[in-house]
């Protein structure tokens, strides 16, 4: 791997979730010291950042921006991770919208996950992390990928009888993993890959 793709992977794209041209409101100063700050979710981890955005820049809810490396900010000022409890309203109610684009937009990376998921322990495969997949649903999902990769959602959803929206249902535990910080097991959130 060059030194190029190795920075590349450092990269943290996110999408802007909400855009305060005013900053935060729980910044004590006065309103001609505040920058402009949101907040953004990382297009690979689905990690949450609050972020100060440079003064000059108008954003709008779904523009991407870079918050790592430092070097690499164009528009970002400063950013740090945040917990779901800490996002503005306006944040939480765009995530669902948010997560929903991400899955359409990389649909290749979210059906392997139907190709590639594995047992956690002996009991538990990462499957049955899905809302609404149960030991029934995990077996047609095991057996039809034994005879040929899924290449699509809609794929997936003709070829395994009783699995209905498999795009959605991922939305959902995406979801769950941002907004319940003591999961046990979490499969997007925070699971960034390794170059």
């Known amino acids: 791997m060059s030194e190029a793709e190795r920075d590349e992977t450092n990269v943290r794209r996110t999408v802007v979730l909400d ?9 004590g100063r006065p309103q ?22 440079d003064e000059d820049e108008r954003l709008t809810i779904g523009s991407e921006v870079v918050v790592e490396p430092a070097e690499e900010r164009d528009i970002v000022v400063d950013a740090h991770q945040v917990e779901y409890d800490a996002l503005s309203s306006g944040a939480q109610s765009e995530l669902e919208y948010v997560v929903q684009d991400l899955v359409e937009d990389h649909e290749e990376r979210f059906v392997d996950f139907y190709n590639d998921a594995q047992p956690i322990t002996l009991r538990l495969h990462q499957l049955n992390l899905l809302p609404g997949i149960g030991k029934k649903l995990r077996n047609g999902i095991l057996d039809e990928r034994k005879r040929k990769p899924f290449d699509s959602f809609e794929d997936l959803e003709d070829r395994v009888s009783g699995l209905h929206d498999p795009d959605e249902i991922l939305v959902e535990r995406i979801l769950q993993e941002l907004r319940d910080d003591d999961l046990k097991y979490k ?3 925070g699971q960034r890959e390794q170059g």
């Open 19 to 27: 855009y305060l041209a005013h900053g935060l409101s729980d910044d």
């Open 32 to 53: 001609y010291a505040k920058s402009p700050a949101g907040y953004a979710m990382d297009i690979e981890d689905f990690s949450l950042y609050q972020v100060a955005f």
């Open 187 to 189: 499969t997007f959130v």
